[in-house]
């Protein structure tokens, strides 16, 4: 049998090549982009806490997100007594894990409730912020209160944290999560710290306009 022609083995590899270059050109363009990542870091209040499956505020929020058909994934990385140390914690590793274009801070309840010092919680959420926005991620920041029986002093720094750190970050902020129901028992669990299924939208409500603000092209 003749061999065949170095110029026709030539011709026919260049075919093969081109044809692979534009199947692999054709696959790349059909391949999906990844969804967005909005990544939850907090403790109980937004891990769910005494709910059943899929009442918690962050799981709302994931349906608000696909009604208004928003692309974006919401990962709830929240656990029941994590405090803001434990959040800087594992940060880094969720960061690095998800490549979130948004990250939630709730946290810092559990901080006041040990009677943790300040300094130390208002240094984990500055490095929490930091560490977020190094990545590219957009940070909205959500606020806490404690009862005043912990002394005025210590009530007034502690809401001051949130609100310094939000203004030297240029993060997003929420006050107080708990807007409009906190005074209501009624509205939280036999422990009156955790809320109840019917505190999650109002508590979703509250979160929504700053964090469609971030959402909105060219937000902060």
């Not at 998800?98 to 300094?119: C, K, M, T, Y």
């Not at 240094?123 to 005043?148: C, E, F, S, Y």
């Amino acid at each position: 049998m003749a061999s065949t022609p170095s110029y026709m083995t030539a011709f026919l590899r260049f075919l093969l090549a081109t044809l692979c270059a534009f199947a692999a050109a054709a696959g790349a363009q059909s391949a999906p982009a990844p969804a967005p990542v909005i990544l939850v870091v907090g403790d109980s209040v937004s891990a769910g806490y005494g709910l059943a499956p899929g009442q918690g505020w962050v799981t709302q929020l994931q349906d608000k997100l696909r009604a208004e058909k928003r692309p974006h994934r919401v990962v709830n990385a929240s656990i029941s007594g994590d405090t803001m140390a434990g959040g800087r914690a594992r940060l880094p590793a969720l960061l690095k894990e998800h490549r979130p274009q948004i990250v939630i801070i709730e946290l810092g309840g559990n901080d006041a409730l040990r009677g943790q010092p300040l300094d130390a919680t208002r240094a984990n959420l500055d490095a929490m912020v930091v560490a977020a926005q190094a990545t590219g991620a957009k940070v909205l920041i959500v606020g806490m209160r404690i009862p005043p029986n912990y002394g005025p002093r210590y009530s007034r720094d502690f809401d001051a944290l949130f609100v310094d750190i939000a203004k030297a970050r240029k993060a997003a902020f929420v006050p107080y999560l708990f807007e409009g129901f906190g005074e209501d028992m009624a509205m939280f669990q036999s422990d009156r710290i955790h809320p109840t299924a019917q505190a999650q939208p109002r508590m979703l409500a509250t979160v929504w306009p700053e964090l469609s603000r971030l959402l909105a092209p060219g937000g902060r």
